[in-house]
């Protein structure tokens, strides 16, 4: 899978204006975090494993707000950081796998209206905007991945485990993912 011309067009342009210089990233402390996830809209990468002969994707169990639950791999985008790159780091720390962003397949732009979060106020929502990739792995990079996940935001017991599509209906996991999966499996029309 590599992205293809096609594909880097979906994707929104980025202008990037001369004497542009990286931003310095800051980390905010729990409640200044708290204010900007209220007031904005907060930009994400979300990557989803995907064996395509088998027509399923893998899914890691998170203990962690907005969603918990069986969900893709995934992260905040930082300022002044292109989408693929987000995606690639994002991956990275969240599993170690550190893959070449030729093999990061764009899949859709998606927003999550969320009915809580885990900063306090828990009860207040949060809004992302989300670009969707899929990467296929091979087997030793889908261990590696199950292996090492963050257990700051993943149930390492579970591990990652395959989905099918009838499978993610009987379990009734979010309707996000199963937007995703028809996204990767739709047949061309």
């Known amino acids: 899978m590599t992205i293809s011309q096609t594909e880097r067009h979906l994707l929104p342009t980025l202008h990037v204006e001369p004497g542009f210089h990286p931003i310095e990233r800051v980390r905010l402390d729990d409640d200044e975090y708290a204010r900007a996830i ?21 899914l890691a169990k998170r203990c962690s707000k907005p969603m918990a639950g069986w969900w893709v791999i995934g992260g905040r985008t930082r300022a002044g950081e292109d ?31 969320w009915k809580d979060r885990k900063q306090e106020p828990t009860d207040v929502g949060c809004d992302d905007l989300v670009f969707v990739f899929a990467v296929e792995p091979d087997e030793a990079e889908l261990a590696t991945a199950a292996s090492h996940l963050d257990t700051k935001e993943y ?35």
């Open 38 to 58: 209220t007031n904005f809209v907060i930009v994400c990468t979300d990557i989803v494993l995907v064996n395509r002969a088998s027509r399923t994707i893998y």
């Open 155 to 189: 149930d390492r017991p579970s591990g990652l485990r395959a989905f099918g599509r009838e499978e993610l209906v009987r379990e009734e996991i979010h309707q996000a993912v199963l937007s995703i999966y028809d996204g990767i499996f739709s047949e061309p029309s």
């Open 83 to 113: 989408f693929i790159e987000s995606a690639r780091r994002s991956l990275k720390r969240e599993t170690t796998l550190d893959l070449s962003t030729h093999r990061f397949q764009f899949l859709m732009i998606a927003r999550y209206w």
